[in-house]
């Protein structure tokens, strides 16, 4: 069998991606504006949590957010009526945003008089926890109907967040979810992550969660 080289190109990729993301990072510093990424699978309830997010820190942080789908416009519709800043990301058929497209959202949305600036990622949860796109902090939405399973399939996701967000928990009786089976497979990825099971759709368990993102927005705006 004749001899073949194996080129392992993705390290480029990647490191050009992280030098953009690094740069962005010190912009939105200096412009004082708080960047959230957050990642989730379709239908983890993101967009709910947004709503809901927004409502409880809109009246101490402009808020502004950018929707990344493939295609539509159905959650930037859902989003502007909370009364924040919101731009929709159309990303061609691309699964995920990097750093590039992330700049490129921002200057669409206007970073200008915005204390907390949260980009909806593109849902699922494999492309988007690999690509740095320049946020301050990562956060993902792990929903119960997913099953306690999803750090073990995909862990790199799981690594990569500061935060998760554990949503549905009002369904906990309906589907066979061990919670404490998920936090133990999440925190032996990530033994720093700050967990927080909520429901959107009730408001249970929510205001840890806004009470950790405001003092991220704080220390990093201060």
Not at 188 to 202: G, K, Q, Y
Request: with cysteine; hydrophobic share 45%.
């Amino acid at each position: 069998m004749a001899e073949f080289r194996v080129l392992e190109i993705k390290q480029s990729v990647f490191e050009s991606n992280d030098r953009e993301a690094d740069l962005l990072r010190v912009r939105l510093r200096a412009e004082k504006t708080f960047l959230l990424n957050l990642m989730s699978s379709p239908g983890s309830g993101k967009t709910t949590t947004l709503k809901r997010t927004i409502a409880a820190l809109k009246d101490e942080f402009r808020i502004g957010v950018m929707e990344a789908d493939i295609d539509s416009s159905v959650d930037a519709e859902a989003i502007s009526g909370t009364g924040a800043r919101v731009i929709q990301l159309h990303t061609g058929g691309m699964c995920h945003l990097d750093a590039g497209m992330t700049r490129q959202g921002l200057d669409g949305l206007g970073t200008d008089n915005l204390d907390l600036a949260i980009l909806e990622n593109v849902g699922n949860l494999v492309c988007p926890a690999e690509f740095d796109t320049g946020a301050a902090r990562n956060a993902m939405i792990l929903s119960v109907p997913e099953g306690d399973d999803k750090p073990l399939k995909y862990p790199l996701m799981f690594s990569i967040c500061h935060a998760v967000i554990i949503n549905k928990m009002d369904t906990l009786s309906v589907f066979d979810f061990d919670l404490e089976a998920a936090k133990e497979r999440i925190r032996r990825l990530n033994p720093d992550v700050e967990i927080f099971p909520i429901s959107a759709r009730t408001g249970e368990g929510m205001e840890p969660w806004f009470a950790w993102l405001a003092g991220q927005v704080r220390e990093w705006n201060a």
